[in-house]
């Protein structure tokens, strides 16, 4: 039975509500609002089976985030938490969509949807086609999909007239095959989500210590005396990260917090896995809270240096034998201007000081972040400050210490080991070359941000999304829009239906895809697959259920297939039994990637293993000049003109991404709706605004005359620094120009947009609203959405 059917209305922003945010994140809500979404979606048994297995040993990994899992012999018999429980039943949901559910809505007809009502319409359970002209998507063999993406891409004036995104679920496997293809076929356009996400902790920590990954591993947060969170909320993305706070905090270290928002989960947490986290008060976790202007922790982290050298409170002995650049940076810092470092935080210098004696007082600091720091247009110095900190302290390669960069998606890291990367050093390369016999394409590709350029330009033709939900992920929602809807050829690689599936090419193929909790059968039996975590270790993963449908085929089989009609046994690569066997796409691996040799007996074993990483292990540095290198940069202070606002997008916690699993921010107090912007109670009244009052939300941007503008936003008064306001990812993402990234990284700078308000017409639509996607399909006949009774 098709139970998409049961949910045909759309949901109505009027009925948003707007209660007191939480101060204290997870306890007894958080599981009882886990068991009820899991028990909707999958009913008893499925989400016994599932949630039981979720990051176990010989169960499956959590697709919720990258946060690691602790050794095999001391997880708890529920190791996951209510955003992971979401997240499984969201993929394990037994609604369906069917070729019938395609054939009763047109796709204009899903396009005037709500992300959150198209989540909901189940799996995708036939690969699907729409072909020029056509008005809704129909079933498609898979042979016959196949043939046709081959005949488009051989049809490419040049194998650079295609793109291929990665969405970081992908696992190991698939991502190996995946670039071996791309590059096989004669292209580094190997864009991913990381390009929108760590990119600039990559490209900064590569530079700086040679290597873009974190330096610590979990033992780390468990001797560590002081760690420090900046630009993360991890109560909502990374919710198992308060268990290792909390046992921290036990045993007396301290947490310092920097963040605009006083996010729950970094004020107090009940632990629901123990009796008194339920009941009781929970655990305190922050010790100093730093409510940072947007945008001003270049400044901070720089301030807080100056402070150390002033103090003498550096580790000389490290600085002289592992570093260099280390006078070029106590001269600047020596140099700095508190006055740029005042507006610029929106701090006192009281409360900076306060930070850097807890920097001085601890004898071994990890530093963990996430979004909040790289999605600037500084987020590449920022980093780079950050470690300077680390390296002023030898703080790197010493147990209790070290730079943490906490990752989104749960395989984006591994994606990136396993050389999805349109930027992939040689060394790689010629690694590929050896293994496979063939030369491949060494100039750089794609990355999203020149993806997007090169199709709104005409320049690439043809799009394949593994995973992801390209057209809401990315910047500048019209521009992107109309850059897939130019292309000839979009493929998208999915569970569930998506934005991306409706904002698609002249020809477009829906492909389904098996899902991290499902049976992977192939010729040869059951296979697993591997992933890497944030701290760089990798582990196997093979799921309990039964496939959604008995059409679906996995990851490795979607793209070998795609490979064999695109360029057949060209170079001689065996498709075929890398789909047969997984064990053979580990072999390759084993050759071809650093630190991956004996990979099919060490990926398998309990617990996995830990990928090398030089500075971490024996504080060695493979930077150009070998060693650690102090970087220096120069703080200049975001000017907002008058009368506007500097806005963050960020996540509610109902929400992966682009997938909205329902309505509900409650730690924010914001309930049955999305379409709000958090400000500071004196801007609303600078502005000439009431808290409630409906506003339009505009971009300022002087490089081009575009207006862009996102509708109908509710204000919210909230503890925001002045000046600043947040509203929630993607409905936000028309308002970020294309070509407003971070220098040095490319990455989107979606946490730092100049925005204006005006007062609203009034509700514009009940639905989602998706600003410049529907708008841009103006000759589509829409339908009115219906409203929940
Ligand atoms: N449940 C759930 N889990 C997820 C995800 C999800 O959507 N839902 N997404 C996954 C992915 S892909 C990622 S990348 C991670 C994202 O994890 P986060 O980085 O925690 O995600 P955001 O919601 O973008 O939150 C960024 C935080 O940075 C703060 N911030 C914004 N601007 C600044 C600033 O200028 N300075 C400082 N110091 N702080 C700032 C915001 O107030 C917010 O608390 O989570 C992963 N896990
Ligand atoms: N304004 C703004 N923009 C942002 C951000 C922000 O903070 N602000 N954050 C950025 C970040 S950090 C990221 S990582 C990107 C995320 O960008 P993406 O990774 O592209 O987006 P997701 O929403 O995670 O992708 C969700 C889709 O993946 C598909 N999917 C789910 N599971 C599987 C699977 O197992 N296999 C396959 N093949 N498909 C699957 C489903 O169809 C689902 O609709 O967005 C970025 N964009
Ligand atoms: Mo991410």
């Avoid at 063999?141 to 049809?155: H, N, V, Y």
């Avoid at 670039?179 to 004669?186: D, H, I, P, V, Y």
């Avoid at 049955?672 to 971009?699: K, N, P, Q, S, W």
Wanted: aromatic share 6%; net charge negative; hydrophobic share 35%.
């Amino acid at each position: 039975m098709d139970h998409a059917e049961r949910r045909t209305t759309d949901y109505d922003e009027s009925d948003l509500r707007v209660g007191e945010p939480e101060d204290w994140a997870a306890g007894a809500t958080g599981v009882a609002v886990s068991m009820k979404r899991s028990l909707e979606r999958m009913g008893p048994s499925r989400t016994a089976r599932t949630l039981l297995k979720l990051n176990q040993a010989e169960g499956f990994d959590c697709m919720s985030c990258a946060w690691p899992d602790p050794d095999p012999g001391h997880r708890s018999v529920a190791e996951f938490c209510e955003n992971g429980a979401k997240a499984v039943a969201e993929e394990a949901t037994t609604d369906r969509a069917t070729p019938d559910f395609f054939a009763r809505h047109s796709i204009a007809e899903l396009d005037a949807r709500s992300e959150y009502w198209l989540g909901q319409q189940g799996r995708i359970t036939h690969p699907m086609v729409k072909r020029p002209g056509d008005t809704h998507y129909r079933a498609i063999d898979w042979s016959d999909a196949f043939a046709l993406i081959g005949d488009e891409l051989r049809a490419l004036d040049s194998p650079d007239e295609a793109t291929f995104y990665t969405s970081g679920r992908a696992s190991n496997e698939v991502a190996f095959a995946y670039q071996l293809f791309a590059r096989a076929f004669g292209t580094n356009n190997l864009p991913d989500c990381s390009n929108m996400c760590h990119e600039s902790t990559s490209i900064a920590l590569q530079e700086s210590i040679g290597i873009g990954k974190a330096s610590v591993v979990m033992s780390d947060l468990e001797t560590a005396d002081l760690i420090v969170i900046a630009g993360q909320n991890p109560g909502t993305n990374h919710p198992r990260m308060l268990t290792h706070l909390e046992m921290a905090k036990d045993r007396g270290a301290k947490i310092l917090t920097i963040n605009p928002l006083r996010e729950a989960g970094l004020t107090r947490f009940k632990n629901p896995q123990r009796p008194k986290g339920v009941v009781g008060p929970g655990t305190v976790l922050s010790d100093l809270h730093l409510p940072i202007r947007v945008n001003g922790d270049l400044a901070l982290f720089q301030a807080m240096g100056a402070l150390l050298v002033e103090w003498d409170a550096l580790d000389h002995d490290f600085i002289d034998r592992h570093t260099t650049g280390f006078d070029a940076w106590k001269a600047h810092v020596a140099d700095l201007d508190w006055a740029d470092v005042v507006a610029s935080t929106g701090l006192t210098r009281e409360q900076i000081t306060e930070a850097a004696q807890m920097l001085r007082d601890s004898g071994s600091t990890v530093f963990c972040w996430a979004m909040g720091i790289t999605q600037h247009r500084n987020g590449v110095a920022t980093i780079k400050e950050i470690t300077n900190l680390a390296l002023a302290q030898g703080g790197i390669g010493r147990p209790g210490a070290g730079l943490f960069p906490v990752r989104g998606h749960s395989n984006v890291q591994g994606d990136r080991t396993m050389g999805i990367w349109e930027r992939v050093p040689d060394s790689f390369l010629d690694s590929v070359q050896e293994e496979f016999g063939f030369d491949p394409p060494r100039e750089h590709g794609l990355d999203t941000v020149d993806s997007v350029r090169a199709m709104r330009d005409g320049k690439v033709r043809v799009f394949v999304g593994l995973g992801g939900n390209f057209a809401q992920a990315t910047p500048d929602t019209d521009v992107t829009a109309a850059a897939l809807r130019s292309t000839r050829l979009t493929v998208q690689i999915s569970t569930k239906i998506n934005r991306s599936h409706l904002v698609c090419g002249e020809t477009a193929l829906i492909l389904p895809t098996l899902g991290r909790t499902e049976k992977d059968v192939q010729a040869t039996g059951p296979q697993w697959i591997s992933v890497e975590d944030s701290t760089c270790s990798v582990h196997s993963s093979r799921g309990p259920l039964p496939p959604a449908s008995p059409h679906l085929r996995s990851e490795v089989a979607i793209i070998t297939g795609i490979a064999e009609a695109t360029i057949g046994d060209r170079h001689g690569i065996d498709w075929a039994a890398m789909r047969q066997d997984y064990r053979r796409i580990r072999e390759h691996i084993a050759r071809v990637v650093p630190g991956c040799e004996s990979y099919e007996v060490n990926a398998r074993r309990p617990g996995g293993f830990v990928l090398p990483h030089p500075p971490r292990d024996t504080r060695t540095f493979p930077t150009e000049s070998g060693s650690a290198e102090f970087a220096v940069s120069p703080v200049e202070v975001l000017h907002v003109p008058d009368g506007h606002l500097l806005l963050q997008t960020l996540r509610s916690h109902d929400q992966f991404n682009t997938t909205i699993y329902g309505l509900s921010d409650r730690y924010r107090g914001i309930e049955g709706g999305r379409r709000v912007v958090f400000l500071h109670r004196e801007d609303i009244a600078a502005l000439g605004f009431d808290d409630g009052d409906h506003v339009d939300l505009t971009t300022r941007w002087d490089d081009d005359d575009v207006e862009r503008c996102a509708r109908d936003f509710r204000i919210v008064a909230y503890d925001t620094p002045r000046g600043t306001a947040a509203a929630y990812y993607p409905e936000t993402n028309p308002l970020v120009p294309l070509d407003h990234t971070a220098e040095g990284s490319h990455q989107p700078a979606s946490k730092s947009v100049i925005i204006s308000l005006t007062r609203s017409a009034g509700p514009a639509d009940g639905t989602g609203s998706q600003e410049g996607v529907s708008d841009d399909a103006g000759e589509k006949d829409h339908p009115q959405p219906m409203h929940l009774s």
